[in-house]
C-alpha cells in the first residue's frame, strides 16, 4: 500500500481531549508507586519512604531530530530511554513519565499513534509508568518534553560532585556509534534530495545506526552494580558526548582527570567508519548521542 493510500485522521476531528485519550488508551500502570496515572488533574506518587528523583529533556524538531530519516516510533522510544538514563545514572531506578507534546498540523492522529507506541514500547522494556501530559499545538514542527520521574534510597544516590583523587575514570559502553550513525544518515539524506529514486546504502551499518536511532539506558551497569555491592562515588550520564560530560562531572567533584587515548572503547564497525570518513576516533568521537554514562 501506498504512503498517500494510508487512513489519515485530522488532529482537529478529536479535538485535545479526544487526542489525548487516544494517545493514552493502552498504557496500563505497573509500579506500586504510581497510585493515579492519567484521567486527572495530576498524577499521584507514593515513593514510601525513597527519595524521588526527578528529571527532564525537550527534543526540538530541526534540532534534535530529523524526521527525514528518524521514524517516528524509533523517536518515541529514543525520548523515553534518554530520560530513563538520567535516572540510572543517579544510581536510581526510573518509575514514571510525563509527556508534553507540540504538534503541527501536518502530522496526522496515526503518525502521533506511532510516536507513542515508541514511548509505550520504551515504558514496557524499562518497567516504567506514563502517568500523564499535555498537548498543545505548534506552528512550525514536533516539540517533545518528558519529564521522567524515579526512586532511590537514599543511602544509593550517587551524584556528580563525588569523585575523589585516586578514582578510576570508566565508561559503561563504546563510543561514538551514535555519532557515525549521525553522520550516515546525513549523508543519505544528501544523496536522497539530490535523486529521490535512489535507496539508501545501509547494509552492514546495523550497529551504528541502532545507536543514533534507538539507544539503550544502561539499566544493566545499575543492576550489576548492586549486585556486586558496588557504589560509585560519581556518575554521570553521557549522552552529550565524553569530553564535556567529564568536564562537568570534575568541575562538580572539584578535581581533574587523566584519560587514555588508548583505553577508550570503541566498537570495530565504529572505527572503522570512522576512517572511511577521515576522522581520528580519540579526538572526534566524543560528542553525544550514545545515551551511554560514566561511573567512577
Not at 66 to 95: E, Q, R
Request: hydrophobic residues 35%; contains cysteine.
Amino acid at each position: 500500500m501506498e504512503e498517500k493510500d494510508l487512513p489519515r485522521t485530522e488532529l482537529d476531528e478529536l479535538g485535545e481531549f479526544g487526542l489525548i485519550d487516544q494517545l493514552t488508551a493502552d498504557f496500563p500502570l505497573r509500579n506500586a508507586s504510581s497510585l493515579k496515572g492519567v484521567g486527572d488533574d495530576a498524577a499521584v506518587i507514593n515513593h514510601e519512604g525513597m527519595r524521588t528523583l526527578v528529571s527532564v529533556d525537550m527534543l526540538i524538531e530541526g534540532i534534535h531530530f530529523d524526521l527525514t530519516y528518524c521514524p517516528l516510533k524509533h523517536l518515541g522510544y529514543k525520548a523515553a530511554v534518554s530520560n530513563f538514563s538520567d535516572i540510572y545514572a543517579m544510581n536510581g531506578t526510573p518509575t514514571q513519565i510525563v509527556v508534553g507534546l507540540g504538534v503541527s498540523n501536518r502530522f496526522s492522529v496515526e503518525a502521533l499513534d506511532e510516536l507513542y507506541a515508541g514511548i509505550r514500547l520504551a515504558c514496557e522494556r524499562y518497567n516504567v509508568d506514563m502517568v500523564g501530559g499535555d498537548t498543545t499545538s505548534s506552528k512550525t514542527g514536533l516539540v517533545i518534553s518528558i519529564t521522567v520521574i524515579g526512586m532511590a534510597k537514599d543511602e544509593d544516590i550517587v551524584y556528580r560532585s563525588g569523585a575523589k583523587k585516586n578514582d578510576l575514570l570508566c565508561v559503561s559502553g563504546d563510543l561514538g556509534g551514535a555519532y557515525i550513525g549521525l553522520l550516515i544518515l546525513e549523508r543519505e539524506k544528501v544523496e536522497f534530495l539530490s535523486n529521490p529514486n535512489m535507496q539508501p546504502q545501509l547494509k552492514g551499518l546495523e550497529y551504528v545506526l541502532e545507536r543514533q536511532l534507538k539507544p539503550e539506558a544502561r539499566k544493566d551497569i545499575v543492576e550489576q552494580l548492586k549486585t556486586l555491592g558496588i557504589k560509585p562515588t560519581s556518575m554521570i550520564d553521557i549522552s552529550d558526548g565524553l569530553a564535556s560530560e567529564i568536564l562537568h562531572l570534575c568541575k562538580e567533584s572539584k578535581v581533574g582527570c587523566q584519560l587514555y587515548e588508548e583505553k577508550i572503547p570503541l566498537d570495530p564497525s565504529t572505527d572503522r567508519l570512522s576512517k572511511e570518513f577521515q576522522i581520528v576516533p580519540s579526538s572526534n568521537l566524543v560528542g553525544g548521542c550514545d545515551g551511554d554514562w560514566l561511573h567512577n
